[in-house]
């Protein structure tokens, strides 16, 4: 008998591309990066608390490197939300 596999997250997504996340933490708390799959450049959110907060810093940063993606790069994500 298998075990169910856990589902894997899937990464996000901007005007096709791929946007690599990470986050990194200190004693006061958590910092979300998302790089930028064109030209290499990094979008850090603002500080969150360990434990609940982390995964909304990654989305912090993945909204910030979607602006600089938009703006830099002209891209426009063609999904509908």
């Known amino acids: ?10 990464k ?8 690599s ?3 990194e933490s200190d004693m006061d708390g958590v910092y979300g990066i998302a790089y930028c799959p064109i030209c290499g ?6 500080q ?3 434990g609940c907060d982390e995964q909304h810093a990654i989305n912090e940063s ?5 602006t600089h993606m938009t703006l830099v790069h002209k891209l426009k994500d063609d999904v509908d939300v």
């Open 1 to 10: 008998m298998s075990t169910p596999e856990t589902p894997k997250k899937k």
């Open 12 to 19: 996000p997504l901007f005007a096709g591309y791929t946007i």
């Open 21 to 23: 996340t990470s986050f």
């Open 41 to 46: 450049d990094r979008e850090e959110s603002s």
């Open 48 to 50: 969150h608390d360990h």
């Open 62 to 66: 993945v909204g910030k490197i979607q």
